[in-house]
């Protein structure tokens, strides 16, 4: 402790051999009290104001209360067995938070605001830390890499915002972050901003979500009231509240550089449609995290290598966002060349791409090289558009539902030919559930009393809901004509002209419960 104490300054110190204190001199024909203001406004400067104070003790109460928060203000009486005192103390209790006493030396050594700080305040902040979740690892990380945070009078306010009027429901681990990187003056008015995003309409319900999925530091701290102003407004046009809930994170933009160019790339893309724009954000709010280059960069690809016209470009965008995503050299590129050496032009690319935007985004060596091997496998054609059209389909299903598919309709007495077949003319059968086209399958078997030949004609019999459409319809049509019935015109019919078909019928009678026909 002796070590300990020989760090600490001697706020006595002489400048000559006398046993009295000298203190420092204060000019006559400058007021003091403007001085005193200025010394005191800046923390860093805290181990100069015990000799400044000692030479105007009449002054000091009313300063500490004007400039300093009650806890961290110096005492008028300070020794320098007051400090010793107050710095065993300090000792312990960073003891106590697993900071060893070489650490503690540095800390007090490098920080003389901390050094010349009372514990019981010290005590009190790190108590209140600890009231936002802010314990064991995380706190000692926090003090021994900033421990201004223990003495730092903008600190409190801060503490009792996040407390307080937000329930404590800003997660511990955001917290730290936010302390560790921004100056403490930067978070003077935090609790203002937070409010300014209640006020443009966030829920005050939702405020701690969009708060715990944001970079505090550069989204609300380093950004004045004006600018967060003016990116709600700008957003105002697509949906502010709704984009930045579902993305907190684009508050963490620039607005002139970053927010304003990128979304002028979809909006011209568009050709001027806010509304249009605002749809692809709020579905992907995301997409702004993309430079201007390289949206435009992709635009320019789709453009050129595929022949798309913007209107096409953009309604791609629409259904399927994420073809920003997608690498322009591993994905684009080789996909939409494949479409190509299969006999595609450009609008059927277009076509293709509206009915299966998943084509550019699933993973080659995962996903489309397998379901490629099986389609090749049970016989269709590499390089043909029935392959493309195939691959489209299969697109949104996985590989282990197509495999189950191929392999139930194998069970069935159906060959790989009929396979190919049925899906040339409905290629949405390769990727239905298998459970659901079995119950189907054997309902139109057992109950129909039909061959499973019969769906090389109609293979759309698949598509149809069991329950309201093929057995509603069945039994409906079965009291009118019989068993015999076509398939296609049993289920392909709209409701509305099936049920005045069912009307006009003069053979459709009901029963009453007595048995006679009404």
Same mark, same amino acid.
């Given at each position: 402790m002796a070590a300990l104490l020989s760090l600490l300054p001697n706020p006595f110190s002489s400048s000559s051999s006398s046993s009295s204190p000298s203190l420092p001199s204060v000019p006559i024909n400058t007021p003091a009290t403007p001085q005193f203001s200025v010394a005191l406004s800046a923390t860093s400067h805290l181990h100069n104001w015990v000799s400044v104070i000692n030479a105007s003790i009449t002054r000091t109460s009313q300063l500490k209360t004007l400039l300093l928060p009650k806890c961290f203000a110096i005492n008028s009486t300070i020794s320098s067995s007051d400090v010793f005192n107050d710095t065993?103390?300090?000792?312990?209790?960073?003891?106590?938070?697993?900071?060893?006493?070489?650490?503690?030396?540095?800390?007090?050594?490098?920080?003389?605001?901390?050094?010349?700080?009372?514990?019981?305040?010290?005590?009190?902040? +790190?108590?209140?830390?600890?009231?936002?979740?802010?314990?064991?690892?995380?706190?000692?990380?926090l003090i021994t890499k900033c421990p201004d945070v223990l003495t730092a009078p903008e600190i409190d306010p801060l503490i009792s915002f996040i407390r307080?009027?937000?329930?404590?429901?800003?997660?511990?681990?955001?917290?730290?972050?936010l302390l560790k990187a921004a100056e403490p003056r930067f978070l003077v008015g935090f609790d203002g901003k937070?409010?300014?995003? +209640?006020?443009?309409?966030?829920?005050?319900?939702?405020i701690a979500h969009v708060l715990n999925n944001v970079n505090l530091t550069r989204a609300i701290c380093l950004?004045?009231? @004006?600018?967060?102003?003016?990116?709600?407004?700008?957003?105002?046009?697509?949906?502010?509240?709704?984009?930045?809930?579902?993305?907190?994170?684009?508050?963490n933009y620039d607005l002139e550089s970053q927010l304003i160019p990128r979304v002028r790339v979809l909006v011209e893309l568009s050709g001027g449609d806010d509304a249009a724009t605002g749809v692809v954000l709020r579905k992907l709010p995301?997409?702004?995290?993309?430079?201007?280059?390289?949206?435009?960069?992709?635009?320019?690809?789709?453009?050129?290598f595929a022949g798309l016209s913007d209107q096409e470009i953009f309604k791609i965008v629409c259904v399927?966002?994420?073809?920003?995503?997608?690498?322009? @050299?591993?994905?684009?590129?080789?996909r939409i060349d494949f479409l190509k050496q299969c006999g595609l032009n450009s609008y059927d690319i277009f076509r293709f791409l509206i009915k299966a935007p998943l084509f550019l985004g699933l993973s080659f060596e995962e996903n489309l090289v397998y379901k490629l091997s099986l389609l090749v496998k049970i016989g269709y054609q590499y390089r043909t558009r029935e392959l493309a059209i195939a691959m489209g389909a299969v697109t949104r299903t996985s590989c282990e539902n197509l495999q189950k598919v191929i392999g139930l309709f194998l069970s069935y007495g159906l060959?790989? @030919?009929?396979?190919?077949a049925m899906s040339n003319k409905h290629p949405q059968i390769l990727q239905y559930n298998p459970t659901s086209l079995k119950e189907k399958i054997e309902y139109l078997i057992e109950d129909m009393g039909r061959e499973v030949d019969e769906l090389l004609a109609f293979p759309a019999f698949l598509g149809y809901k069991l329950d309201d459409r093929i057995k509603?319809?069945?039994?409906?049509?079965?009291?009118?004509?019989?068993?015999?019935?076509?398939?296609?015109?049993?289920?392909?019919v709209s409701t509305e002209r099936f049920s005045r078909r069912k009307k006009k019928d003069p053979a459709h009678t009901t029963e009453n419960p007595s048995g006679s026909k009404g």
């Open positions: 065993g103390s300090l000792f312990s209790l960073f003891q106590g938070l697993g900071v060893d006493e070489r650490e503690v030396e540095l800390l007090l050594n490098k920080n003389p605001s901390l050094r010349l700080a009372s514990f019981d305040c010290v005590h009190e902040r +790190v108590c209140s830390l600890e009231s936002l979740g802010i314990n064991g690892v995380a706190l000692y990380s307080d009027d937000l329930e404590g429901k800003i997660e511990p681990a955001q917290i730290c972050r937070v409010r300014l995003l +209640v006020h443009h309409g966030i829920p005050q319900e939702r950004k004045s009231a @004006e600018e967060i102003e003016k990116t709600f407004t700008f957003l105002s046009r697509f949906g502010a509240v709704d984009i930045i809930i579902k993305r907190p994170a684009i508050l995301a997409i702004v995290r993309y430079s201007e280059e390289h949206l435009g960069g992709h635009v320019e690809f789709l453009r050129s399927f966002p994420n073809v920003f995503s997608a690498s322009k @050299e591993r994905k684009l590129n080789p060959s790989c @030919e009929d396979i190919v509603h319809r069945y039994e409906v049509k079965k009291k009118i004509i019989g068993e015999g019935m076509s398939l296609n015109k049993l289920l392909s």
